[in-house]
């Protein structure tokens, strides 16, 4: 098994201007890390995540750095690993929006299956096997249909999304890299992670965004789809510190990161409009259904069947006994502090836009 060098501790995150990858960066960084990141080329700025983390190369001491990337693309990947050399390598990045992956099912595949594969192949041709430890970011997605609850490490996988299918190849390829060459390569089955830099459109973000937006009076109403889905949901602060500590025990494997606890996107909406203290009666069922505040009696949220889902993910609750007991981990954030942080964040830039004039919706 790859023996952990302290002395050298330098990472790569591919997905480092994502949710997870600044959070990430952020805490390998306060560790002492050198930390070394894979952004995507684009036409406008998308590294507003991880600004505060980049100091100017030419100031001497660099120890965040930004690299050119992409994980549809082997040579640039085997480049960027035989350059770095990196010590632990923790692979984010992904198309990882599941009713996205439904309209873009072949580019999903593409990043988040054989995109796993590209790393993993990197580090066998490099002959680094022994020399770098590998984490996948996989999914409570795998779960999919209900097959047990709550869901733990030998709950049979039942994926409902090309996306949830692609990751469950990512899963496997790590498994499989791990078990024919002796790498030191593990999953960390993560249940949704949310905060107040969750992407816009993630239901939880989508949420107190609108929340914010309505009280500051830049938008009149919420368009959701299915209200009843649960999920667990926890603070992507206390999930990265778990990806870190999945690569320091002494044997890699696959674990489990979950608050233990669900609840419906209905009640998300509920609490998050009681943070600016209104409160939601629903009336109407299905696709008809409306949320409506109960003081001023408008209605504020209104079910949109354009995001229903194909197959829908119904319910989701992990059981991370494994990471407890093995690393050490549990969740420090509650659900309601969660809430409160995103909706008061997403305040502060409503009224900032409301004040330069722009919509921000
Ligand atoms: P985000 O969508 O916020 O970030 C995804 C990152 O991947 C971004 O940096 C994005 O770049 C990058 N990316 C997308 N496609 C490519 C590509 N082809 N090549 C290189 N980079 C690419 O996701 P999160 O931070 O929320 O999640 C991180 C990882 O964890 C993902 O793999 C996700 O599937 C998985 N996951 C997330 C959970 C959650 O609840 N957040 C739960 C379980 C797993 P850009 O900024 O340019 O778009
Ligand atoms: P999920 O997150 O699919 O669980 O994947 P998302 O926030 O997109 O959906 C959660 C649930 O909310 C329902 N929903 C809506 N979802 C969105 N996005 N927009 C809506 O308007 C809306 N209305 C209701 C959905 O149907 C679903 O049931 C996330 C991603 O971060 C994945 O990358 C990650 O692997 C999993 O979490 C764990």
């Known amino acids: 098994m790859v023996a952990h060098n302290s002395k050298r501790r330098v990472a790569l995150i591919t997905g480092v201007t994502g949710q997870d990858g600044a959070y990430l960066a952020q805490h390998l960084l306060g560790l002492g890390y050198t930390v070394h990141g894979i952004?995507?080329?684009?036409?406008?700025?998308?590294?507003?995540?991880?600004?505060?983390l980049y100091k100017d190369r030419h100031a001497g001491d660099v120890p965040f750095l930004m690299h050119y990337g992409d994980m549809t693309d082997s040579s640039n990947l085997i480049r960027l690993v035989q350059?770095?050399?990196?010590?632990?390598?923790?692979?984010?990045?992904?198309?990882?929006?599941?009713?996205?992956?439904?309209?873009?099912?072949?580019?999903?595949?593409?990043?988040?299956?054989?995109g796993v594969l590209r790393l993993l192949e990197a580090i066998r041709i490099l002959g680094m096997e022994k020399e770098t430890r590998f984490y996948q970011a996989s999914t409570s997605e795998l779960y999919g249909l209900v097959q047990e609850v709550p869901?733990?490490?030998?709950?049979?996988?039942?994926?409902?999304?090309?996306?949830?299918?692609?990751?469950?190849?990512?899963?496997?390829i790590t498994v499989n890299y791990r078990e024919a060459y002796g790498m030191f390569a593990s999953n960390g089955i993560l249940f949704?992670?949310?905060?107040?830099?969750?992407?816009?459109?993630?239901?939880?973000?989508?949420?107190?965004?609108?929340?914010?937006?309505?009280?500051?009076?830049?938008?009149?109403?919420?368009?959701?789809?299915?209200?009843?889905?649960?999920?667990?949901?926890?603070?992507?602060?206390?999930?990265?510190?778990?990806?870190?500590?999945?690569?320091?025990?002494?044997?890699?494997?696959?674990?489990?990161?979950?608050?233990?606890?669900?609840?419906?996107?209905?009640?998300?909406?509920?609490?998050?409009?009681?943070?600016?203290?209104?409160?939601?009666?629903?009336r109407g069922k299905g696709a008809e259904e409306i949320g409506v505040d109960k003081a001023s009696g408008k209605t504020l949220v209104q079910v949109d069947p354009t995001y229903f889902r194909p197959t829908e993910v119904d319910l989701l609750i992990g059981d991370a006994s494994k990471a407890r007991a093995k690393l050490g981990w549990t969740p420090k954030t509650s659900f309601s502090q969660m809430v409160k942080e995103m909706v008061a964040s997403d305040l502060v830039q409503a009224r900032q836009?409301?004040?330069?004039?722009?919509?921000g919706f």
């Not at 952004?39 to 505060?52: G, I, L, P, W, Y």
């Not at 692979?91 to 299956?113: C, I, K, R």
């Open 353 to 359: 836009d409301a004040a330069n004039g722009k919509r």
């Open 151 to 172: 869901q733990k490490e030998t709950t049979p996988f039942y994926p409902r999304s090309p996306y949830g299918v692609a990751k469950l190849y990512g899963y496997w």
């Open 39 to 52: 952004k995507r080329r684009s036409s406008s700025f998308n590294t507003a995540r991880v600004d505060h």
């Open 192 to 282: 949704n992670h949310e905060s107040p830099i969750r992407g816009e459109t993630f239901v939880t973000r989508k949420i107190t965004r609108a929340v914010a937006g309505i009280e500051v009076g830049l938008e009149n109403k919420l368009y959701l789809g299915n209200l009843d889905a649960k999920r667990d949901w926890g603070h992507a602060g206390d999930y990265v510190e778990g990806m870190h500590r999945v690569l320091q025990v002494d044997e890699p494997g696959d674990f489990v990161l979950a608050t233990g606890q669900t609840r419906s996107v209905r009640e998300f909406v509920e609490l998050a409009f009681a943070e600016v203290g209104r409160r939601i009666e629903w």
């Open 83 to 114: 350059q770095i050399r990196p010590t632990e390598i923790y692979n984010l990045a992904a198309q990882s929006h599941v009713q996205v992956s439904f309209e873009s099912p072949e580019y999903t595949a593409n990043a988040d299956a054989i």
